[in-house]
């Protein structure tokens, strides 16, 4: 693959701009492209890669530039990102996950602190003049409460070491735990969100946003946790039903950490309004969660390894845009003769027959003499066609199989 032209429509780290640099990319940077002025940037340029961070790639950027083939998120979510259109137009979408997990988990316990002893509202009193110790004495403390995991990837993992350094007992939930795996963990396997926020006395929440954990978070969630617990979200704000989050607040005094918000600007600086920020015992961050040096500079790494990869193999890793299961209901296995001209041959006899390629593998034999293809097709090609494929000199044998 020839040298790619990429467009960095974010704040990057400057070691993944050399990096890119160095393998010969060309690079337009331009941190301060938003909305329509990002649309026209993709129009002018014409690059092969658009990277990002926290700016939304609509459909009418996708479509904007006729070259564009990847989108990386300089991050773990890709709910910033019209998936389903660039899958349309044929673009991959990559990531770059478990790169921010400590650095968010730093966070979520630097809430939960916050919480426990008040900090902010310590700071803002000393600012004001005023020296209240009576006020703040009486924290609970965090040593032998339970924390509730909702979530056990690579942030809900790297929570697990951080609290039982507390002294904390942990138990959690996720779609793909089993009891097995929680005994690995070391901590308590439960079967429901719903059982976790009942026994926790800090819940915090770790999942990616998807249309099953949208409003996970709910009014039978928070009806569930226990009276003046604290709720941590570092994930997505989309999680949590902010009204039953609200309610909460105010009728059991839960006290509520918060890096993401319904609401929050496009860009890293404007005016924010969110009614949650108004109540007692909610304190917030910009999300920030990913926003250390260490995660920035071990991200910019993996932006520079997959667009390396992509330049050497032509294959993306971190992918989240490929069919899992394809339409295919047949697999042609054709052994053949290494030849110029003889998967045209069989591609021309499927074509005239209207079956459609799904994906398609050839593997070269030692000596490169021989090879075979597996060809998955929409539909089963009639004997005629099997025939015609067959009767080609240079194919050994052309065999159908179900899948």
């Not at 965090?142 to 951080?162: A, H, S």
């Not at 026994?199 to 039978?220: G, K, P």
């Not at 071990?298 to 990869?309: K, M, S």
């Not at 079956?355 to 090879?371: P, R, W």
């Amino acid at each position: 693959m020839q040298s790619l032209k990429i467009l960095i429509a974010d704040k990057f780290e400057q070691s993944g701009i050399d990096g890119l640099s160095a393998l010969g990319c060309t690079l337009i940077y331009d941190p301060t492209l938003k909305e329509a002025a990002l649309v026209d940037a993709l129009r002018q340029h014409d690059p092969d890669v658009l990277i990002v961070r926290s700016t939304q790639v609509t459909a009418p950027m996708l479509e904007a530039s006729p070259k564009l083939s990847l989108v990386i998120r300089a991050g773990a979510g890709v709910n910033t990102i019209d998936v389903a259109t660039a899958s349309k137009r044929g673009i991959y979408v990559a990531n770059c996950p478990g790169k921010n997990a400590i650095a968010v988990a730093e966070l979520a316990f630097g809430l939960i602190l916050a919480l426990d002893r008040r900090i902010p509202d310590n700071v803002q009193q000393l600012r004001a003049g005023r020296w209240n110790k009576k006020e703040f004495s009486e924290a609970r403390g965090i040593y032998g409460c339970t924390l509730g995991l909702i979530g056990l990837g690579n942030i809900g993992r790297e929570m697990i070491p951080r609290a039982k350094a507390f002294g904390m007992r942990v138990i959690g939930w996720s779609r793909s735990l089993t009891p097995e795996r929680a005994e690995l963990m070391g901590i308590g396997y439960r079967t429901h969100p719903l059982d976790v926020a009942r026994e926790a006395d800090i819940v915090s929440i770790h999942v990616a946003l998807t249309s099953d954990t949208r409003h996970l978070c709910n009014r039978a969630f928070f009806e569930a946790m226990k009276p003046g617990a604290y709720f941590i979200n570092t994930s997505r704000a989309e999680v949590v039903d902010e009204e039953s989050l609200a309610w909460a607040i105010r009728e059991k005094g839960i006290r509520a950490g918060l890096d993401v918000f319904e609401g929050e600007p496009p860009s890293a600086e404007g005016v924010f309004e969110n009614p949650l920020v108004q109540l007692p015992n909610v304190y917030g961050t910009h999300h920030i969660g990913a926003s250390t040096r260490q995660a920035q500079e071990a991200i910019a790494a993996e932006v520079v390894y997959i667009v390396r990869t992509y330049i050497e193999t032509g294959h993306v890793p971190n992918v989240v845009n490929l069919a899992t299961r394809t339409p295919a209901r047949y697999l042609l296995i054709v052994r053949h003769l290494d030849r110029v001209g003889v998967l045209a041959h069989v591609f021309d006899c499927l074509r005239e027959a209207g079956i459609n390629v799904q994906e398609t593998e050839n593997v070269i034999f030692e000596g490169a003499e021989a090879a075979v293809a597996r060809i998955q097709l929409d539909n089963e090609p009639p004997p005629n066609t099997l025939n015609a494929i067959r009767a080609h000199e240079a194919i050994f044998s052309a065999v159908l199989v179900p899948l």
